[in-house]
Each structure stands twice: as structure tokens, then as C-alpha cells.
């Protein structure tokens, strides 16, 4: 049972408040005074999303910035965050005291707060486990849903594509010949992802679908589309990708399918209607994001079709599956 079978079948019937919408979306919501607060939860493990010896600063970061994605994907303002660490014996107070700091510099930035949570010790053998619960504040019933995405809606993404996981394969076997600069982006983007938490106030105002992209952008269009019961196309041709990330490209062709599939990115995916396209493409750039349209929904199968200039392509799969 791979992990959305498990989350559909096992978990998704537990899901009975409206809110929740049968855990088919990233975050949940419910009314709270003026408007909604969304919520939404993951978490990091040692050995699956980071590296044991990664900064702690770092861990930190990732760890509460790809909540802050969820939240500015379905047009909520985040303030404030739960945290829960299981923490191994090797992680001390130095560890501990720059894990915070890294925290204290993201909650500058972003305008949240840590409001609580739980620390205890890993099990025996065990690496550290990260929990963020993050909460954002959006107008009332306007949480924007991956399933209200619509036929003739254009697929926008924000950023670049496949940085971070390039920079994962990167230090996971033979690194790539390409100059030290790039390399060193493509690393820095795994470490660091740099989510466009300020996006939330155009995918509010504009967007009719989003999520992030945390596990591939073919892989997340897919699970768009499939909650909406609508299909997509994607030309690969028009996927941003970065400077860095096109020199891995051209030192090894391969690793493009793994920029489109890998994942990690934290970006937003949105589809927007035709009419409010270069509305949402403006509000983007008031706030300092860029972003690229992609493609776009069609009726049918709830599958993506992928194309390049104009005809039909393939790119083999390098998603990570938990299960």
C-alpha cells in the first residue's frame, strides 16, 4: 500500500468534519471568529528528508518552511506553529540551541510564533523526528481546494523546478560536472527551500485550485487533478528551471525527468482561470514571485499528459515513496 492508498483507505474515513475534507488536500479548515484557520501538519525524519549531519539550522528551517508552503497554497496568512521533537541522545544542547535559532530566524521573517508542543527523547538507535503543526488565517469558506480546479483553468507554478532534488542526488551518488557555483545552488536548495510564502494574498485572490510541490510537479499536478475529477496537460518545454539546475541538465539529460518528478521544491501549483490569469500573474510579482504557466486543465481521464513542443513525451519516474 503505497502512502496515498494508506491515507485514503485507513485514515480518510476518520476524516468526518467538513473541514477536513476527507484528508483530499494539504491542510484542514474551520471557522474562527472573522474568517478560517487552516491547519496543516508533517513531519521530518532523519535519513528520509534530511541528512543526520545537515545543520541544524537548516533541519529547522526546512522543517517549518514546508508547512508554511501548505498554508500560503490554500491562501492563508500563517501566525503561529506546534512543534514536536523526538530528539537522540547525539542531539544536545549545542544541537538544540542552533535548531532555535534557525526557528527564531524563519518566525522573523515569516511573522509566526511558536505556540507549543512536546520534546522527548528518539528511541534507542532511532534518528530525530520533526512535527510542525502550522496554522493561517484566511477569509471565511475561502480556503482555495486542490479539487475546485476546472476545465480551461491554466496550470501556473511559481519558481524554479527541480533544484532541490538535484541537489539531493547530488550527495547521494556522483555528483555531477558542472562549476562549483551551480553545484552549490543545487545544494543550497535542498538544505534551504525558499517556499514563496508571501504568494498567499494572489492564490486567495486568484487562484481556483493549489497545493504545493513536495513530492514531484507531475506527481502533485496528478493528485490535483485526481481530487478534482478533471485531467491536465504539461509541457515539459515550459517548466522553470534554474540556471544550475539547466547546466545538471546538460551534463546528464537524465536529470531532468528527475527535476519534474523528484520533488522537494515547495513551490505552488495553481490553476487559475484564463481571466485572472494576468491578475494572478501580477499579484505574484507585487510580492516578489515569479511564476510560469505550464499548462492547463482539460476534461476527461484525470491524468496529465506530458508534451514538448507540441507532441507527446515520457519521463521516467523518481519519486520518492515512503511505502
Avoid at 484528508?23 to 491547519?39: K, S, T
Avoid at 537524465?254 to 513551490?267: C, E, I, L, S
Avoid at 507540441?310 to 523518481?318: H, N
Wanted: glycine share 12%; charged share 20%.
Amino acid at each position: 500500500m503505497d502512502e496515498d492508498a494508506l491515507i485514503a483507505t485507513v485514515f480518510a474515513p476518520l476524516a468526518t468534519a467538513a473541514g477536513a475534507d476527507r484528508l483530499g488536500d494539504d491542510a484542514a479548515a474551520f471557522e474562527g471568529g472573522a474568517g478560517d484557520i487552516v491547519v496543516t501538519c508533517d513531519a521530518l525524519a532523519a535519513g528520509v528528508h534530511f541528512f543526520a549531519d545537515d545543520p541544524p539550522a537548516a533541519i529547522a528551517a526546512k522543517a517549518l518552511r514546508v508547512n508554511l508552503s501548505d498554508l500560503a497554497a490554500k491562501g492563508a496568512e500563517p501566525f503561529g506553529y506546534l512543534l514536536a521533537l523526538a530528539l537522540p541522545a547525539s542531539c544536545g544542547e549545542a544541537w538544540a540551541r542552533a535548531f532555535a535559532g534557525g526557528l527564531a530566524s524563519d518566525q522573523a521573517r515569516y511573522g509566526v510564533s511558536l505556540l507549543g508542543g512536546d520534546t522527548l527523547r528518539a528511541s534507542p538507535g532511532g534518528g530525530a523526528t520533526i512535527t510542525v503543526t502550522a496554522f493561517g488565517r484566511t477569509g471565511a469558506g475561502a480556503t482555495v481546494r486542490r479539487r475546485a480546479a476546472r476545465p480551461g483553468d491554466v496550470v501556473v507554478v511559481t519558481g524554479t523546478i527541480g533544484d532541490a532534488a538535484l541537489g539531493l542526488q547530488a550527495r547521494i551518488a556522483e555528483p555531477w560536472a558542472i562549476e562549483p557555483q551551480d553545484a552549490a545552488a543545487l545544494d543550497r536548495a535542498y538544505l534551504w527551500p525558499d517556499p514563496p510564502v508571501a504568494a498567499w494574498r494572489a492564490v486567495r485572490a486568484h487562484a481556483a485550485a493549489a497545493m504545493d510541490v513536495s513530492d514531484g510537479l507531475i506527481g502533485d499536478l496528478a493528485k490535483l487533478c485526481r481530487a478534482a475529477g478533471v485531467g491536465a496537460r504539461l509541457d515539459l518545454g515550459a517548466v522553470p528551471l534554474s540556471a544550475a539546475a539547466r547546466a545538471a541538465i546538460a551534463a546528464d539529460p537524465a536529470a531532468f525527468d528527475r527535476a519534474v518528478t523528484g520533488g522537494d521544491d515547495y513551490q505552488i501549483l495553481a490553476t487559475v482561470p484564463g481571466d485572472r490569469l494576468a491578475a494572478y500573474l501580477a499579484a505574484l510579482a507585487e510580492a516578489g514571485v515569479t511564476a510560469t504557466a505550464v499548462g492547463e486543465i482539460v476534461a476527461g481521464e484525470t491524468r496529465v499528459a506530458l508534451t514538448r513542443e507540441g507532441r507527446s513525451a515520457e519521463v521516467r519516474d523518481g519519486r520518492f515513496q515512503h511505502f
